[in-house]
């Protein structure tokens, strides 16, 4: 069986409740039973991770990303600073899928920059919550052109 990590960076703990107008109404909870159950419906394991610990992010990456078949992966305000999530990202060899509630480039200057885009296989922006549903049909096709 197929396995996709859906891994949520700081702050997304408060989705739903923190800043509506720019991040929506949906929680996490809400992202994620969403997830399980396009999940379920392919026949794909997910796993479900939210840390506001840059540490806590690559430890999981390192652990779990080694045997996925895709990574979805809101880095949140870690997307414009981290080398440290961007080397776990790339050392893993795991197809990554950068997701963004909020279209980062229509925002302040300094948000305008993902250090993570360069090793990822593509990055999602700007679409609230269904971007993560648009990261797990993208997950999908790249799952069955690899295992070809």
């Known amino acids: 069986m197929a396995k996709i990590l859906v891994l949520h960076g ?31 419906e392919h026949n794909i394991e997910i796993v ?5 610990s840059e540490g806590e992010i690559i430890d999981f990456l390192h652990k779990e ?14 997307t414009h600073y981290s080398i440290a999530i ?13 997701v963004h509630l909020s279209n980062i480039y229509a925002r302040e200057e300094f948000r305008r920059h993902s250090v993570i ?6 990055q999602i922006s700007g679409f ?16 069955k052109n690899i295992n070809r």
């Open 117 to 122: 885009a360069p090793v990822v296989w593509g």
């Open 10 to 40: 700081p702050n997304l703990n408060l989705l739903g409740q923190r800043e509506p107008e720019i991040y929506g109404n949906v929680s996490l909870d809400d992202v994620n039973q969403n997830l399980t159950r396009l999940a379920k």
């Open 65 to 78: 990303g080694i045997e996925a078949d895709c990574v979805i992966l809101n880095p949140a305000a870690y």
């Open 86 to 98: 961007r080397d776990a990202v790339k050392g893993i060899k795991t197809p990554v899928i950068e």
């Open 48 to 52: 479900c991770f939210q840390s506001n």
């Open 128 to 143: 609230g919550h269904y971007g993560y549903e648009m990261a797990f049909w993208a997950a999908l096709q790249l799952i």
